[in-house]
């Protein structure tokens, strides 16, 4: 498992509170029964912790899987240590 | 019991800086909602609201007295001063204004004021904030500020609802008007939220549309954040009458209801009984209605929920009701939404025209009703809702009778 997959299986166990063993990367959040509510504080906590912005509803990104959330985060991850925020 | 009746408004939106320019815009189906202005674009995720635009305080106020007033408060006034006008009421006349309430909604209050003050703080780590901080961002400053200056000595006070904030202050003035409690009542809601604090919080959520509001169609993609105040005049049907007022409509009664569930999952048997209570509380009949000023804030959530409430008050006669969002057009004020859907409501009323929901493109399945696609109908409205359901799950639902 990559350290990425690692934290988001963490950060989604604790926000929703559901046992990190049922946690699989093919399962989308609404499989998993995590709410509106916390989908939104998984995706600010991954956010915060990463230090990258998630893509709202875009398209070419697939943030409903958590097989797409670790491949998104990868990516953004990837993306800012090519071009690191100024200052 | 008074029957209770409304003879002013006032209005400052992002349609138009009067009432009358704010409805003939909802009829026109023009919306107000556009690339925001005030604040940096860049550095927002989507970067649109329906914006009060090109309002000049010191076009109202003096430099003495705006240095009290968060823009909230101006909004609120300036409305205020319209509504007043408009009844054509003399506050001094058998001391009317003795006991005169005023009670205004805001969801947020100073939200301005607030933000100046965090930023001097946090930002420029100046620890000296302006003397006068807390009296412009109280919630209540807006209710205050109305009664201060029309000289108003009756029950005053803000309520705080989210989004029914607007909606909930016009019950609460209701109440003290039919009951006797107050003679008369300065009443609506004011909200100046558009700060990058309140944004990014919102936007947080993911619950804000990247394109533009489309409640009910099966495109929408959240809510639009807007700004606003409207106020309104009530007092009892026979002092207008005695006085000769111009009657608007009739503010037939009020229904209130908490979800008691989710803190921001709409529940459909909440909104369902804020409605029913408010058509009994008005002594209408169902069939009586013949338009719905939905909440409708465009949120994949809301809209179908709104939808099968308002089917579950109706019934059969939901078919035959015309339900628009003018949201789609004037953003959502979130604590001035209901007063500025009161503006809306009174028009369909007094004209015989129901405003569309703009931006309208597929139905959704799941919203199955007749939600006046994108152009104003001409149609006899008696009786009409007006919704308005909070996050915490608290609704507010206005029920109006044509004069």
């Known amino acids: 498992m990559s350290s990425v997959q690692d934290t988001i299986f963490d950060i989604i166990a604790k926000e929703s509170g559901i046992d990190r063993a049922k946690i699989t990367p093919d399962a989308t959040l609404k499989d998993l029964d ?3 509510l916390d989908a939104v504080q998984i995706l600010f906590e991954i956010e915060d912790h990463f230090k990258i912005t998630m893509p709202d509803r875009d398209p070419n990104f697939d943030t409903e899987s958590v097989k797409g959330l670790v491949e998104t985060v990868e990516k953004l991850a990837a993306e800012r240590q090519a071009n690191p925020p100024a200052g | 019991m008074h029957r209770v009746v409304i003879t002013g408004m ?7 800086h009067s009432a009358p320019a704010t409805w003939a815009a909802l009829r026109e189906g023009r919306s107000g909602i556009g690339p925001i202005t005030a604040l940096p674009r860049e550095s927002l995720r989507f970067g649109i609201a329906a914006e009060v635009q090109g309002f000049d305080p010191l076009a109202h106020f003096d430099e003495k007295k705006l240095i009290l007033l968060d823009r909230v408060s101006q909004l609120a006034l300036v409305a205020a001063r319209e509504a007043i006008r408009q009844a054509g009421i003399d506050f001094a006349r058998d001391e009317l204004g ?6 205004i909604g805001t969801g947020i209050g100073g939200e301005n004021t607030n933000d100046e003050a965090s930023r001097r703080m946090y930002a420029e780590n100046n620890p000296r904030l302006h003397p006068l901080t807390i009296v412009r961002l109280m919630a209540n400053a807006p209710a205050c500020q109305i009664s201060i200056e029309h000289g108003l000595r009756g029950p005053s006070f803000a309520t705080v609802s989210a989004c029914a904030s607007a909606n909930h202050a016009i019950a609460q003035a209701f109440a003290l008007v039919r009951s006797g409690v107050a003679d008369a009542a300065v009443t609506g809601g004011t909200e100046a939220c558009l700060t990058m604090g309140a944004v990014r919080a919102w ?13 009910f169609s099966k495109q929408r993609r959240g809510l639009v954040l807007g700004e606003g105040a409207a106020v309104f005049v009530l007092e009892t049907l026979e002092r207008a009458q005695a006085r000769g007022a111009t009657i608007l409509a009739e503010l037939a009664g009020v229904g209130m209801s908490a979800d008691a569930g989710d803190i921001v999952f709409p529940s459909e048997k909440g909104a369902a ?7 009994r509380d008005g002594g209408l009949a169902p069939e009586a209605v013949d338009y719905v000023n939905a ?11 709104e939808t099968r409430a308002i089917r579950r008050t ?9 339900v628009s969002s003018t949201k789609s057009m004037h953003g959502h004020a979130l604590g001035a939404a209901g007063a500025i859907e009161l503006v809306a409501t009174i028009g369909a009323l007094r004209d015989g025209v129901v405003p569309p929901t703009a931006n309208f493109i597929d139905p959704d399945p799941e919203c199955d009703l007749d939600y006046v696609p994108n152009t104003a109908r001409e149609k006899g409205v008696r ?17 109006l009778r044509r004069a």
């Open chain 1, 34 to 36: 995590i709410q509106s």
């Open chain 2, 10 to 16: 006032g209005a400052v939106t992002p349609l138009g």
């Open chain 2, 98 to 103: 003795e006991n005169t309430a005023v009670v």
């Open chain 2, 203 to 215: 936007e947080a959520m993911r619950v804000l549309a990247d394109d533009t509001c489309r409640p």
């Open chain 2, 273 to 279: 009984m804020a409605m029913q209570r408010a058509l």
């Open chain 2, 295 to 305: 909440h409708g804030t465009g949120t994949p959530a809301n809209d179908p929920t």
């Open chain 2, 314 to 322: 109706f019934g059969a006669h939901a078919d035959a009701l015309a």
């Open chain 2, 383 to 399: 009786a009409a809702l007006s919704n308005s359901f909070a996050f915490g799950g608290l609704n507010a639902v206005l029920a």
